[in-house]
């Protein structure tokens, strides 16, 4: 029996749910390069955005409520829809925190540079690649993707404890230099802050397969 | 045809001798949409479903007030014969005819007067394809309708009703007497046909209206047991955020 209508909803919102993710993606790509290499300008652009993104967060809300309004979805498309809401609201924080970085960048001044960044760009790289695998296994059901990925974001903790250290060794030795560092301290902690939202991503991917509410952090 | 709709009533009201069935109904009937009625029992919408192909004048005490309009003309101002031409009808229970598959459907068309054997073949299988019954039936086609299960036979309903190439199809409980499987292959059906005509369906199942339809009204009956139109919009509106209080007491089971 094929409800042909309902299962076009339902991909159409798993195509929603991809590019939500893709966006999120890349604002954080942009964010870290916009940081790395000073650029105000993509920063700014950057900054408007994030509306976008917001804005795609809510249809895909709209869309699953609708869904559920008029097509009474049960079990595993019920979980689907709930984890799909909440997998969205994730990934529109994320962009927060991509848009964090942009505007952290706008707060130091041109030309100050601490040190090259090196450990930030690992951070987010890390991020970047544990984000798309938890969406593929939301999408893929695939729950062994997402229990292997908390491990992942606990590479990225370590890594934000790393530039914790380096930064508080530099302001110890050029004490002039404590805002920027603090901002960069904040920029790391936003990445920090996206590897816990991929780990609740996880989680729903769990509840997705299982039913089953779990903590993975 | 209209650009807003195909159908509209306009203040329309229906008597069955004194009594007050439909009070000022003002409602237009999206062309190629699913438009469903719902509401209580005796809330009016079999006969604000059966008025827009004059069907309630087969009751010999019923008068009209307002207007129903189809393609922008008055239905009373028009031949009946013509006016269910254009707007088809599928009951509740199917009903077809005690004859052949094929001369159930083939029978509207004969009706308005096609002779040729090769153009009725092709009206009866196209309508039938339409139907989404083909493939279950091509082989069989001379054999009685009454062959068929309920499902199938609701659908060679369709069919017939398809065969005279109506502009709008009313549909009064299409799924009521069908299993559950059957329903869902008349609503997928529904989904289908929108491409081609315009659907009005009164249904007493508040999730079908949810599922299938692009629009709703909502009738209600006000103290004097006629029906009124509480609320009409796009489905996703009434069923995530309807405006009448009453509507939404009604689609969350708060009624009565």
Redesign the interface.
């Known amino acids: 029996?094929?409800?042909?209508?309902?299962e076009a909803e339902m991909n159409s919102l798993r195509e929603e749910l991809l590019r939500l993710s893709r966006m999120a993606e890349d604002a954080l790509d942009k964010s870290v390069k916009i940081l790395k290499d000073r650029l105000f300008v993509e920063g700014d652009e950057l900054i408007l955005n994030d509306e976008k993104i917001n804005l795609q967060c809510h249809d895909i809300e709209e869309h699953c409520?609708?869904i559920i309004?008029?097509?009474?979805p049960v079990a595993g498309d019920l979980r689907f829809l709930f984890a799909t809401m909440q997998i969205a609201m994730e990934l529109e924080r994320i962009a927060d925190y991509a848009k964090g970085i942009a505007v952290i960048n706008n707060k130091i001044p041109p030309g100050s540079h601490i040190q090259p960044l090196v450990d930030i760009p690992r951070m987010q790289r890390k991020a970047k690649e544990m984000l798309e695998l938890s969406i593929d296994s939301f999408l893929n059901r695939d729950i062994a993707i997402a229990e292997r990925l908390p491990a992942m974001d606990v590479e990225i903790d370590m890594l934000y404890e790393q530039v914790f250290r380096k930064l508080v060794t530099h302001v110890m030795q050029n004490p002039d230099s404590i805002a920027d560092a603090m901002l960069l301290t904040f920029a790391a902690h936003n990445l920090e802050r996206v590897g816990d939202r991929v780990v609740n991503i996880c989680e729903r991917v769990v509840y997705l397969c299982t039913g089953e509410v779990v903590d993975m952090s | 045809m209209t650009k807003e709709g195909v159908m509209k009533t306009i203040d329309y009201s229906l008597y069955y001798g004194d009594f007050k069935a439909l009070n000022g109904i003002t409602v237009n009937i999206p062309i190629n949409r699913i438009t469903a009625i719902i509401g209580p029992s005796g809330c009016g919408k079999s006969s604000l479903i059966r008025s827009f192909n004059r069907m309630n004048d087969l009751m010999s005490n019923s008068r009209t007030e307002g207007t129903i309009l189809v393609d922008g003309e008055d239905i009373y101002s028009q031949d009946v014969v013509r006016l269910r031409k254009k707007v088809g009808m599928v009951f509740q229970r199917p009903n077809p005819f005690p004859k052949s598959i094929f001369a159930n459907v083939a029978y509207g068309p004969r009706i308005h007067g096609i002779r040729d054997k090769s153009k009725l073949a092709a009206i009866v299988e196209n309508s039938i394809r339409d139907a989404a019954l083909w493939d279950e039936v091509k082989d069989d086609l001379g054999k009685s309708a009454f062959s068929l299960s309920g499902g199938q036979q609701q659908r060679l309903c369709i069919a017939r009703a398809l065969a005279v190439e109506p502009e709008v199809i009313l549909m009064d409980e299409p799924a009521s007497a069908l299993d559950p499987?059957a329903t869902?292959k008349i609503e997928?059906l529904m989904?289908k046909l929108k491409r081609k005509y315009t659907i009005v369906i009164v249904t007493h199942n508040m999730?079908q209206a949810?599922?299938v339809s692009d629009f709703t009204a909502f009738l209600l009956t006000d103290s004097e047991r006629a029906g009124n139109l509480i609320e009409f919009g796009p489905?996703?509106e009434m069923?995530?955020n309807p405006v009448d209080n009453r509507t939404e007491d009604y689609i969350s089971g708060r009624f009565g």
Not at chain 1, 69 to 72: F, I, K, M, N, W
Request: net charge negative; proline share 0%; aromatic share 8%.
């Open positions: 029996m094929v409800r042909e209508t309902y409520l609708n309004a008029t097509q009474q | 499987v869902l997928e989904e999730q949810a599922r489905t996703i069923f995530t």
